[in-house]
């Protein structure tokens, strides 16, 4: 095994070790009556099993990793000098988690050299983990029982399709509803299973298309590369593997070329 793969496979070892760990902490809040909601400055929620998780996996990295950089959605950024930098949601799908909705999942992306090539998706009300690493492959566990390989799946015509969007809004926001109107008409199922749920609906093919209008790197490197490693593609609305367009969409290779067609569609004003 050479070296990048061993570094690769230590950090993802870590990985799901921590990211059980952090479900641990954030399950008590879960349906608490108690549970405090605050807003941020950009009005989304946040609450203390937010903060306390990525809390805990900064600690935790630094005791393992210390030399590593982290970017995280709750905390300020901190620098690196190995060219590795986890990319940290603790809870994806706050809104969902406050709702007592189970699926919101705690995201562990890492990038090397800028480049994403480890993540985990946990989601802990269901205790089904998604996971990979560049080069390993895509796998999926529920529980105590022995992972399997993800995979997308076949479906290549958007008629057979499922397609899983987060909030119908942010496409009016950015001028999209005729292209929302027409993937709602074209496809065989549409639905709300949004945020990180409905991006490994199609990394374990269960379904063949998520569009996010709206998303952080955050929200987004623990994705790209278990949709890559599952046969899928992680994209932008311009149809480029990146976390940082501010947009991005999962799909089965099959209707990658149709869905950016679509989205590159201006509506009228």
Avoid at 79 to 89: A, E, K, Q, S, V
Avoid at 106 to 131: N, Q
Avoid at 247 to 269: C, F, H, M, T, Y
Wanted: aromatic letters at 8%.
């Amino acid at each position: 095994m050479s070296d990048t793969n061993v570094d690769y496979q230590s950090r993802l070892k870590f990985a799901l070790e921590v990211a059980r760990e952090a479900s641990e902490f954030i399950l008590p809040y879960y349906c608490n009556p108690d549970l405090a909601v605050e807003r941020k400055g950009d009005s989304t929620p946040v609450t203390i099993a937010d903060k306390g998780a990525e809390k805990l996996i900064r600690e935790r990295l630094a005791q393992s990793f210390p030399d590593d950089a982290i970017l995280g959605e709750e905390f300020p950024d901190k620098p690196g000098t190995t060219g590795f930098r986890w990319i940290l949601d603790p809870i994806d799908g706050t809104k969902s988690f406050i709702h007592g909705v189970p699926l919101f999942g705690t995201l562990i992306g890492v990038e090397k050299d800028g480049v994403c090539v480890i993540g985990v998706v946990r989601f802990p009300a269901l205790d089904e983990v998604v996971y990979a690493a560049k080069g390993s492959g895509a796998w999926w566990q529920f529980g105590t029982k022995p992972p399997r390989r993800a995979h997308v799946s076949s479906v290549t015509s958007m008629s057979e399709a499922t397609f899983c969007t987060t909030n119908s809004t942010r496409w009016l926001a950015i001028k999209k509803r005729e292209a929302l109107e027409a993937l709602l008409q074209s496809v065989h199922l549409a639905r709300g299973w949004g945020d990180c749920f409905g991006h490994m609906l199609v990394a374990t093919g269960r379904a063949e298309l998520m569009v996010d209008p709206a998303m952080n790197p955050w929200d987004a490197a623990a994705l790209l590369p278990i949709v890559q490693e599952a046969g899928g593609e992680f994209i932008d609305w311009n149809g480029n593997p990146t976390i940082y367009s501010g947009n991005g969409l999962s799909v089965v290779p099959g209707l990658k070329d149709e869905i950016i067609r679509r989205l590159k569609q201006n509506d009228a004003e």
